[in-house]
């Protein structure tokens, strides 16, 4: 049986809380946000003018230079 939207979502936030308790869960979801804008027209503005090696070779860099992208300490 397939699952509604809302049941996944309050699915996701049992688990959360389960793993993380109350406070750290609330934490976590601070730190997300949904954003903002319309990401497939902007994606279309800046990646049909690019080449997939371009893309590719600027995925390489991000990674290269962000060595700790996920050591941050969420207080």
Same mark, same amino acid.
């Given at each position: 049986?397939? /699952?509604? %939207?809302? =049941?996944?979502? !309050?699915? *996701?936030?049992?688990? +959360?809380?389960?793993? +993380? *308790?109350?406070?750290?869960?609330?934490?976590?979801? %601070?730190?997300?946000?949904? *954003? !903002? *804008?319309?990401?497939? /027209? =902007?994606?279309?503005?800046? +990646?049909?003018? !690019?080449?997939?090696?371009?893309? +590719?070779?600027?995925? /390489? %860099?991000?990674?290269?230079?962000?060595?700790? %992208?996920?050591? =941050?300490?969420?207080?």
């Amino acid at each position: 049986m397939m /699952k509604t %939207q809302n =049941e996944i979502i !309050k699915q *996701g936030y049992d688990a +959360l809380i389960n793993s +993380l *308790g109350v406070a750290d869960t609330i934490r976590f979801i %601070q730190y997300f946000h949904p *954003g !903002k *804008g319309d990401y497939t /027209k =902007e994606r279309h503005q800046w +990646l049909d003018e !690019k080449t997939l090696t371009d893309v +590719l070779a600027e995925i /390489k %860099q991000s990674q290269a230079d962000d060595t700790n %992208q996920y050591e =941050e300490i969420i207080d």
